[in-house]
């Protein structure tokens, strides 16, 4: 359940930032007149983009079928371990470059317009969506285990209410703040994003711990399940997207420190 959310929730925020991409480039192309000649050019790059993240999944997907038990636990690792990377470098390229997207997309497209580069625009599409679309893709293939492989019916349910959820709050966010605006989007989803990639980097280095690759230092630091089991249904929900453990070792604890100290140095030197 805790994975499905956790699934629920990236597929969301990735699809309304891709909407996002789409809508600035779409909206630019129809109201130009010169530009819409390219706006068939444009799907032809979305496309192009959904089919290069498919792509990266199906390689993410026969890789690990042919890994051993012990590889598909390194492997597992890894991409945990490059899911939370991913969801820091995203937050914080989205940070520096949010107020001014719409503005650099416009003028790329402006100059591709005025050479009549139809073929820029659709590349232009491409690498926003694929950029998307394989951030997507590594953060779901870290989180694709057990219950929710891809076999499992939970899982697409999962997904397509996720994009359905996207097309609504795209919706809201384009009435221009009047149920909410993409400021307090970008604010609330950045923070719930920062738990969720600790909540990956916890998981990838309990993963490097259970094959002995890391070493616990002290097994258990505090026992706080009477508070808070994680668990329980609740517990793991907040341990699912904060990386909280009633019962951590030294090593998770350590790892869990010096995660958000590197986000508050980031977030300081990124002002």
């Excluded at 397509?160 to 709050?169: E, I, N, Q, S, Y």
Aim: glycine residues 10%.
């Amino acid at each position: 359940m805790q994975n499905l959310a956790q699934i629920f929730f990236v597929m969301w925020r990735e699809t309304v930032e891709a909407m996002l991409v789409v809508g600035i480039l779409h909206a630019w192309l129809s109201h130009n007149p010169q530009g819409k000649g390219g706006i068939k050019y444009l799907w032809l790059g979305v496309f192009a983009g959904l089919f290069s993240a498919l792509l990266l999944g199906l390689g993410i997907e026969a890789l690990s079928a042919v890994l051993s038990d012990e590889g598909q636990e390194y492997f597992q690792s890894a991409l945990q371990l490059a899911a939370a990377a991913l969801i820091v470098q995203m937050v914080f390229w989205m940070r520096r470059h949010a107020r001014n997207l719409k503005r650099e997309m416009e003028h790329s497209l402006g100059q591709r317009t005025q050479q009549q580069n139809w073929w820029g625009v659709a590349s232009l599409a491409a690498i926003a969506v694929a950029r998307e679309g394989s951030e997507t893709v590594v953060f779901l293939s870290s989180l694709v285990t057990g219950s929710n492989s891809l076999a499992s019916p939970a899982f697409w349910m999962a997904l397509g209410l996720g994009v359905l959820v996207a097309g609504a709050t795209f919706y809201a966010l384009q009435l221009g703040g009047k149920l909410i605006s993409w400021r307090v989007f970008f604010k609330t989803t950045e923070t719930l994003l920062l738990l969720l990639a600790c909540s990956m980097l916890i998981s990838g280095v309990e993963r490097l711990i259970g094959i002995q690759t890391l070493p616990t230092l002290v097994n258990q630091v505090w026992d706080s399940s009477a508070l808070l089991d994680d668990g329980s249904i609740f517990g793991g929900i907040v341990s699912a997207f904060t990386g909280y453990r009633a019962r951590p070792s030294l090593m998770i604890l350590l790892v869990f420190c010096a995660y958000w100290v590197g986000v508050q140095w980031n977030s300081r030197r990124s002002r």
